[in-house]
């Protein structure tokens, strides 16, 4: 699958869409997420163009994985859950109803989260 540069987070990336910046640098970019599932809801997307966590695992540089992955702990510190916990999601595929596709973690917290599977 080829990236689509006319996703959602390529349109943010390029300021063609605003959102509010939580923290940025020259590798990754957050912001709050347009649907919170617990008080606590960020997106942490990469600035690189890769489809899923497999497609960054695969293509991106050592700096761009050090780089993505220290911005979602400070972000994490920043949003004060570091201490109380939160949960890191990185969904991959149709299977875990990946709706975007650029790679992309949530950090959710704020709250307890409870189980991270519903039997079903």
Known sequence: MAYDENNIFAKILRGEIPCTKLYEDEYALAFPDIRPQAPTHVLV??????????????????????????AVSLVAKQLGVEDTG????CNAGPDSLQEVPHFHAHILGGRALGHLLVPG
Not at 52 to 64: C, L, R, Y
């Open 45 to 70: 997307i990469p600035k690189g163009k890769y489809i899923s966590i497999a497609d960054f695992g695969a293509k991106a540089s050592p700096a761009e994985m050090t780089g993505f992955f220290r």
């Open 86 to 89: 939160y949960r890191l999601i």
